[in-house]
């Protein structure tokens, strides 16, 4: 196949370099997850580009890199120059130059600053604006892409703009699907943009020299554990009271009644309820109050870590109760048993008591179990009849993350377990946990696909490939026929043997879909595609 012999034009601050001078040059292109950088290695006869030569070429210098074939030679990259380095021997003078696309800027500056209810476009451009001094907008048309994404709070302490940027990247939505990429352009605008949203015009198409085409099962997870926010709480009500505001599930070994006197306030927070929980035993120096659970789980990671409510206690006549417990019941004989006698407050008056279900203290009845409580006990006891009364109010289970776990058996099956566990502390439910995991699911439970192509035939006229851009590929013998997502190029000019060599990096993975395709995400404030975090 007969293609045009590559031609490249250089220039480094004023200095024009000839093509006659490229010996060989390098430019890779990368976005996301790494900036453009190139390599160039020039005769210096007569130390025309050496410090006080004809042309000296310094550090420090910006510069453009155009490489194409025929008459279409495109700008490829805008460099700065970063280190220079001279290679001599007695009838030979080099000099190497490399560097790095001006995406250089990204690393320069550390950021401390919050951003708060700011969409992710506004924080790139925030980062670009006042931090990095890259342009964004080219002839009037903004190049950082809108996303769906809100971000609640963003605190950043001594933070690199690029790792900002690479967590806005990874995290921002647009039209269902997770993520977005970032690059520098070859002519020096920045650009943000949804990933596999951008075409490569080049056609491979019989262009294809080498080929590499391999799948990896690195990344693959098929079990997916998604940790929310730590606000889980039984009951769920504003008031915290559903467990005792009426006497369903309630049982005692006295009389069982609603009784008005309950908590009206517990320090700024005011309670709408009306009732409390009260049991009396007239002829006995003994009074218990039982509530039975939908089976719950404590004191595991998707369990609730704590226990509060408030107490009141009264008797026929002065003296202190001689015993006070607390029962967790997996079922009649197997329960853990708490003391709380020593967080009884004086008679007739309430007290809030708190205790941790991971404390090494609770005595262990028959074979509870921690993952299945089914009910809770009040025990009083007196050392002397005396009529006892119990109140209890605001029975409250909390301090527990939001969960879900979704898994693929077919994929298990296929490559063996292989599990990811995830905390999102904006996740405020358990079902969106689950739209999480399963997300997630989706994304991991395969093998991603990846490809190296080079060509030394391939002309792209005008529209060099660039990182981030989808290109279709065609190989009929491994049976591959998609589009795939250009990871990086690197452009090898060759002066010796008048050849210009494009690598393709490719890649192919499931999109990671947005947790709100799987369900409207419109319900609370908390359903409405905000992020949080804290990195310092």
């Known amino acids: 196949m007969s293609v045009d012999i590559p031609k490249v034009a250089i220039a480094f601050g004023a200095v024009s370099v000839p093509q006659g001078d490229v010996i060989d040059l390098r430019v890779h292109l990368g976005c996301t997850k790494e900036v453009s950088s190139f390599e160039v290695l020039l005769q210096n006869w007569n130390k025309k580009y050496s410090p006080n030569g004809s ?27 970063e280190a220079v380095k001279y290679e001599s021997t007695p009838t030979e003078n080099y000099l190497r130059v490399s560097g790095r696309c001006w995406g250089e800027r990204l690393f320069r500056r550390v950021v401390t600053k919050t951003y708060e209810n700011k969409k992710g476009e506004e924080i790139v451009k925030d980062l670009l604006d006042y931090y990095v001094g890259l342009s964004h907008v080219r002839d009037s048309t903004e190049l950082v892409e809108n996303t769906d994404t809100t971000y609640t709070k963003l605190e950043y302490q001594d933070t690199p703009v690029f790792d900002i940027l690479k967590y806005i990247a990874g995290s921002a939505d647009r039209q269902g699907a997770i993520g977005f990429d970032f690059r520098v352009e070859p002519d020096g605008y920045f650009a943000f943009f949804p990933k596999l949203s951008k075409t490569s015009t080049a056609n491979l198409s019989e262009k294809i020299e080498e080929s590499e085409y391999h799948k990896d099962i690195h990344s693959i997870r098929n079990k997916i554990y998604v940790y929310g926010a730590a606000a889980k709480r039984l009951p769920t009500d504003t008031d915290e009271d559903d467990l005792t505001e009426n006497l369903n599930d309630w049982t005692s070994n006295g009389n069982l009644r609603l009784d008005s006197w309950h908590i009206t306030q517990d320090g700024q927070a005011k309670y709408a309820d009306s009732y409390s929980i009260c049991g009396s035993n007239t002829g006995s120096n003994e009074i218990w109050l039982h509530r039975n659970l939908t089976s719950i789980k404590l004191n595991c990671q998707e369990g609730f870590k704590q226990i509060r409510f408030w107490l009141n206690w009264t008797r026929a006549e002065s003296g202190m109760p001689s015993a006070a417990k607390l029962r967790l019941y997996t079922d009649v004989s197997d329960y853990f048993e708490g003391d709380i006698l020593p967080l ?110 080079r060509s030394t035939v391939l002309d792209y006229g005008n529209t060099p490939l660039l990182p981030g851009d989808k290109i279709h590929v065609l190989l009929p013998n491994e049976n591959v ?21 494009i690598t393709l990096e490719l890649g192919k993975e499931t999109p990671l879909l947005a947790d709100y395709l799987y369900a409207l995400r419109s319900k609370t404030d908390h359903l409405s595609r905000h992020k949080m975090a804290i990195v310092r």
């Open 55 to 81: 042309y000296p070429i310094n550090v420090g210098m910006d510069g453009n890199i155009s490489i194409g074939r025929g008459t279409n030679v495109p700008q490829t990259i805008t460099c700065r120059v």
């Open 344 to 453: 009884l407050g004086a008679q007739a008056q309430w007290q809030k008591i708190t205790l941790r279900t991971d404390q090494p203290s609770w005595i262990v009845i028959g074979s509870p179990m921690w993952n299945s409580i089914n009910g809770v006990r009040f025990i009083v006891t007196h050392p002397i009849e005396c009529m006892p009364i119990v109140r209890i109010d605001h029975l409250l289970f909390f301090d527990c993350r939001y969960f879900a776990m979704q898994e693929d058996v077919a994929s298990q099956s296929a490559y063996g377990l292989r599990e990811l566990s995830q905390t999102d502390e904006e996740l405020y439910s358990n079902g969106e946990c689950s739209l999480r995991a399963k997300a997630l699911l989706e994304h991991l439970k395969s093998p991603f696909e990846h490809l190296t192509l």
């Open 481 to 501: 026929d998609a589009d795939y997502r250009i990871e990086s190029v690197e452009y090898h000019v060759d002066a010796r043997t008048q050849t210009l060599e």
